[in-house]
């Protein structure tokens, strides 16, 4: 049985070693609180592939952009063997936090979306006047969300009675 090592495509550690390289280029220049945010994706064709996993870090990249490229320019080794950095692309790549199957009731309910009671009460008043039931249906769901849904889902729920 061959070892792990043996198994590995010397195309794919030359590949991982370049991504290791960058990103150590990257975090040394970039400012201490975008190294979280920000990872080296690719590199291919003479581009340097970074992922953000927010808009806000994907811009703060792009004004940082100049500075950046010339930092890698000028500080990876001319081996013939290290690609010249052309050209930095910057994209988002959102994570996905739910893992609703692992969270309780509580921890769900404080992450659901809410609306002020005064909306949910227009929200609520509007759908009483529409004829249109799915319509209506919909705005008191919508109108469920609200901050303090103690009061105000009785309230709901006293219209949904009245259909």
């Given amino acids: 049985m061959k070892t792990i090592n043996d198994q590995i495509s010397p195309d794919f550690l030359i590949q991982a070693k370049k991504l290791s390289q960058f990103t150590q280029l990257l975090h040394n220049i970039l400012p201490i609180e975008c190294r979280n945010h920000v990872q080296v994706a690719n590199v291919r064709n003479q581009n340097l592939m970074l992922i953000t996993d927010s808009p806000v870090w994907t811009t703060r990249l792009r004004q940082l952009n100049p500075q950046i490229l010339q930092y890698i320019q000028e500080n990876t080794p001319s081996d013939g063997k290290t690609q010249i950095i052309h050209h930095i692309q910057i994209s988002t790549r959102y994570h996905s936090t739910d893992n609703s199957a692992h969270k309780s009731s509580t921890e769900k309910n ?54």
Wanted: hydrophobic share 30%; glycine share 2%; no cysteine.
């Fill in 110 to 163: 404080l992450h659901k979306p809410q609306i002020s009671d005064k909306t949910a009460e227009l929200l609520s008043q509007s759908a009483n006047s529409i004829n249109h039931q799915q319509l209506k249906q919909a705005l008191l769901k919508i109108a469920s969300h609200s901050k303090s849904s103690n009061g105000k889902s009785d309230l709901i729920k006293q219209n949904n009675t009245e259909k």
